[in-house]
């Protein structure tokens, strides 16, 4: 599968960043959309350099309302976009005990609100188009409640059930819906990470394993494996294990 013009959020750093390079190596014409303009033409001169074509798009997608104009109107401009990635996400821990709804509505507007928006802009077109693919960075986070996550886990766990829903109503479709859920990843929301990360992965691996499952236009790429298949099973497992199981898991690692 190769797309001719995709757009990619969050691609300024870490996993859009992989991405949206990648698929300029590829030879399609991307869209990196982020806030920090600076790493967005750093990223544009390095695809330049190995022969691809990024353009910067500087978009704050926890404007929620402007960004579904704009991926409306960036659609509508270049003919049609074949690919939308809304990657862009944050995940600051937040403990339940200082919880505020200060802290809570910033990953709320971006997790949930600018992906769903990012995703829904683009879908006039495609549906008219009656071809597309529509993805987005969900994480193993979307299949329970995990501690110190309680906010960044329902915004995943909202983000999937959104694109499972739209996934049903356009099965019928030549447009393909993706919901992507690593698991760890090392990028810059990982650095500085105090919790255990089981099997973290390599960013060049996590960005092959996504270009896979969309190339194959999966519904589901959940990786990696070992962290997939535990919290698919995890879901099953009762509160009164999975509870103080996931206390213990989420203690600050101890110094060697
Ligand atoms: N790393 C992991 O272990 C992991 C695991 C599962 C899922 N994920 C998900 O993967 C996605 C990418 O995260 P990452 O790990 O690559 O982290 P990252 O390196 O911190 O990248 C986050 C990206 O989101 C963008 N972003 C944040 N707020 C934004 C806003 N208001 N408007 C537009 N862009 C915004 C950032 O760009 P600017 O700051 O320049 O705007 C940056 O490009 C996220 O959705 C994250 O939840 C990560």
């Keep these: 599968m190769s797309y001719q013009?995709?757009?990619?959020?969050?691609?300024?750093?870490?996993?859009?960043?992989?991405?949206?390079?990648?698929l300029a190596k590829r030879g399609t014409e991307v869209w990196a959309a982020a806030r920090r303009e600076e790493l967005?033409?750093?990223?544009?001169?390095?695809?330049?350099?190995?022969?691809?074509r990024v353009h910067?798009?500087?978009?704050?997608?926890?404007?929620?309302?402007?960004?579904?104009?704009?991926?409306?109107?960036l659609d509508r401009e270049i003919g049609g976009l074949d690919l939308v990635l809304a990657n862009a996400g944050i995940g600051p821990p937040i403990r339940a005990q200082s919880m505020t709804w200060q802290k809570v509505k910033p990953m709320l507007e971006v997790n949930v609100m600018g992906c769903i928006a990012t995703l829904t802009g683009a879908l006039p077109g495609m549906v008219d188009r009656g071809r597309g693919h529509l993805a987005a960075v969900s994480s193993i986070a979307a299949f329970r409640g995990m501690p110190t996550?309680?906010?960044?886990?329902?915004?995943?766990?909202?983000?999937?059930?959104f694109l499972e829903g739209i996934r049903i109503d356009l099965r019928d479709t030549a447009i393909a819906v993706t919901d992507i859920r690593p698991g760890f990843v090392k990028t810059p929301m990982t650095a500085t990470a105090k919790t255990a990360m089981p099997w973290l992965m390599e960013l060049d691996?996590?960005?092959?394993?996504?270009?896979?499952?969309?190339?194959?236009?999966?519904?589901?790429?959940?990786f990696p494996w070992q962290l997939a298949g535990l919290s698919s099973f995890g879901r099953a497992v009762p509160s009164t294990l999975f509870d103080p199981l996931m206390s213990r898991a989420s203690r600050p690692r101890r110094r060697a």
Excluded: F
Aim: hydrophobic share 50%.
């Design 5 to 22: 013009r995709a757009l990619v959020t969050g691609a300024s750093s870490g996993t859009g960043r992989g991405v949206a390079l990648a």
């Design 40 to 52: 967005l033409r750093e990223l544009c001169d390095e695809a330049a350099a190995a022969g691809g």
């Design 56 to 73: 910067a798009l500087t978009l704050d997608v926890g404007r929620a309302d402007e960004t579904a104009e704009r991926v409306e109107a």
């Design 149 to 161: 996550a309680a906010v960044y886990c329902a915004t995943k766990a909202a983000v999937s059930t």
């Design 205 to 222: 691996d996590a960005v092959a394993t996504i270009l896979r499952g969309l190339d194959r236009r999966e519904g589901l790429v959940a």
